[in-house]
């Protein structure tokens, strides 16, 4: 449907009053829209702002076998990394960012065919695309005085790992750091805590060992990662003990 009717009470961010209780989008001003799925999503006090990781979307070959295949599915759909500015539209549910054609493509639903791109400068590039299903569940900019000055001010962002890159092996299940100056990437990111997931052998995730689901930082700097498959949860320092 066009405009898509979920996008009144869903798939966005709004403002509502933080000394209020009960409250639901009614009460508040929808502040961005297009969203997907934006579940790690984080203020940044440096830069005054705020930020999201966007799950992108599933199934582009079931739904749409002329136009993409199962390697398609697995690869093409990014995760978009943004700064989420007042009135902005992220392109949900109308596109996708494709990583093959690195360009935002018009999603089959409305009109596309694999490289009809919607109109020029309606939705924003991401900052960063990651490659497709590794699930971002949390996105945390680190403050903290432990780690090198290399980290300061970057962002670190747990991927909770794939359920549905077959006949691809399932991949994230990790925790990247995205190097930032002023608010923008500064490099490209690095993998900065794997093999949670194990050996994962039938390359399915329920057998996957761990799966980084939370962040937080500690008073003295630490960097902590919460799993969901066991309740585990694993302190990362620099330096001695």
């Not at 309606?122 to 945390?140: E, G, I, Q, R, S």
């Not at 299940?173 to 093999?195: H, I, L, R, T």
Request: net charge neutral; charged share 20%.
């Amino acid at each position: 449907m066009n405009p898509c009717p979920i996008l009144e009470k869903y798939g966005g961010v709004w403002v509502l009053d933080g000394n209020k209780l009960n409250q639901t989008p009614a009460n508040g001003r929808r502040f961005a829209t297009g969203m997907r799925n934006a579940v790690a999503i984080e203020w940044n006090a440096g830069q005054n702002a705020l930020y999201a990781v966007i799950h992108g979307r599933d199934s582009i070959d079931t739904l749409f076998p002329a136009l993409y295949n199962a390697e398609d599915n697995a690869t093409r759909q990014a995760e978009e990394f943004h700064q989420i500015i007042d009135g902005g539209n992220y392109g949900w549910p109308y596109t996708f960012w494709d990583t093959k054609l690195e360009k935002r493509v018009l999603a089959p639903e409305y009109g596309g065919d694999g490289k009809k791109e919607p109109e020029a400068g309606k939705y924003p590039a991401p900052l960063v695309a990651f490659p497709a299903h590794w699930a971002p569940n949390d996105l945390l900019f680190y403050a903290g005085k432990n780690f090198p000055a290399k980290y300061q001010g970057g962002a670190f962002i747990a991927f909770h790992g794939s359920w549905n890159r077959a006949p691809e092996p399932q991949a994230g299940y990790k925790v990247v750091f995205q190097p930032m100056k002023d608010g923008k990437p500064s490099g490209p990111y690095e993998v900065f805590a794997d093999g949670f997931a194990g050996e994962m052998a039938d390359n399915n995730p329920r057998n996957a060992r761990y799966r980084p689901v939370g962040l937080a930082v500690g008073p003295d700097g630490s960097l902590y990662v919460a799993d969901s498959q066991k309740g585990r949860v694993w302190r990362i320092r620099h330096g001695a003990k």
